[in-house]
């Protein structure tokens, strides 16, 4: 059993490009969540996906976006990146709603410059 | 607004102590809470999940009550090691907001040889 994979494992990117983070659930989970987790602090939810749909948002701002694979993989999209979006973004895999025991990536730390 | 702290943030204690991490909630309508481990730049580890039903959970040296009445749960760590060294992060998944985790802010564990 892999866990949860996620990548790239390291980023660089310029203010306003766009990025996309990538995860692949643990085999035998169906939900993904992902978190933004700033230097010092405890994991900020961004969004949840079940059956290819969005059913949970935190307040995060419409540059964040994401997407659920028919293979329950997920992408996280953000789009005109700020120096702000630096953060450590983990990637966690539920079964069901989310309500079971979830299980996180080791994380893809974004750096924006 | 459910809100999740752990005290203290840090901690520093000699190999082979045993000792207690704290995290409390404010709001009692919880599924679960989960206490995971995180080392430096890395993933979150899931060390632990109690029930709303639950009392408490143990693995190995690692024991987790849960007290929803007052919104507290420790974490007890027998015979502390220095591979026990990592932050230690709590997360409530609230009753009535689907699957998401909020966390603490974590508590830094040094254990010195």
């Known amino acids: 059993d892999a866990g949860v994979t996620q990548s790239p494992t390291h980023l660089i990117k310029t203010r306003g490009q766009q990025v996309t983070l990538r995860c692949s659930p643990k085999s035998g989970h169906d939900t993904v969540s992902w978190y933004q987790q700033a230097l010092g602090q405890g994991p900020q939810f961004i969004f949840q996906y079940y059956e290819e749909e969005e059913r949970q948002r935190g307040n995060f701002p419409d540059r964040f976006s994401g997407h659920q694979f028919p293979n329950y993989s997920s992408e996280l999209n953000v789009n005109a990146l700020l120096l702000g979006d630096s953060a450590l973004y983990l990637c966690?895999?539920?079964?069901?709603?989310?309500?079971?025991?979830?299980?996180f990536g080791q994380g893809t730390r974004l750096t924006v410059v | 607004k459910q809100e999740v702290t752990q005290i203290p943030a840090a901690l520093s204690v000699p190999e082979g102590e045993n000792l207690v991490l704290n995290c409390s909630f404010t709001d009692s309508a919880i599924y679960n809470l989960q206490w995971f481990r995180q080392d430096p730049g890395k993933g979150l580890t899931s060390l632990l999940l109690?029930?709303?039903?639950?009392r408490e959970q143990t693995s190995g040296r690692l024991n987790a009550s849960l007290d929803k009445s007052s919104g507290r749960s420790t974490l007890y760590i027998a015979a502390s090691q220095p591979g026990d060294s990592a932050t230690y992060l709590c997360a409530v998944r609230p009753g009535n907001q689907g699957g998401k985790l909020i966390f603490g802010q974590g508590t830094e564990l040094s254990v010195k040889p």
């Open positions: 966690a895999s539920s079964l069901g709603r989310g309500h079971t025991e979830a299980f």
């Open positions: 109690i029930q709303s039903s639950q």
